[in-house]
């Protein structure tokens, strides 16, 4: 490529004129990655210690072994490894239906 103004033509540098509106943070949450989905429910409070350490492990399998949809069985050996074993009497699922939170007076 040659310089447009060595062939006598004009070259009009047009990024002089743009202001820099940025105030040194790039709109992400500063340097390095964003947070995943998982990490900023666990970091606010909506995840247990167990539920963020359970989906980090199964993050992790799924990336190890090149599977975005681990089998049932596969997802039995993730609790398994992080030390989870069949201690008590099986009960009915009922028993851990999620309960409703209260609703709030607003007003």
Known sequence: ??????????????????IDRRIGF???????RRRSEERR??????MSDEQFEFLM??????RENQRPF???TEVLEVIKALGYRKVAEPQSLKS???????PVEVG
């Open 70 to 72: 681990p089998t049932w």
């Open 26 to 32: 790039d709109r992400r949450r500063g340097p390095g």
């Open 57 to 62: 492990a199964i993050d992790q399998y799924k």
């Open 96 to 102: 851990f239906k999620k309960e409703e939170p209260e």
């Open 1 to 18: 490529m040659s310089d447009p103004e060595s062939k006598g033509g004009s070259f009009l540098e047009r990024r002089q004129s743009v």
């Open 41 to 46: 429910a666990a970091e606010e409070g909506e």
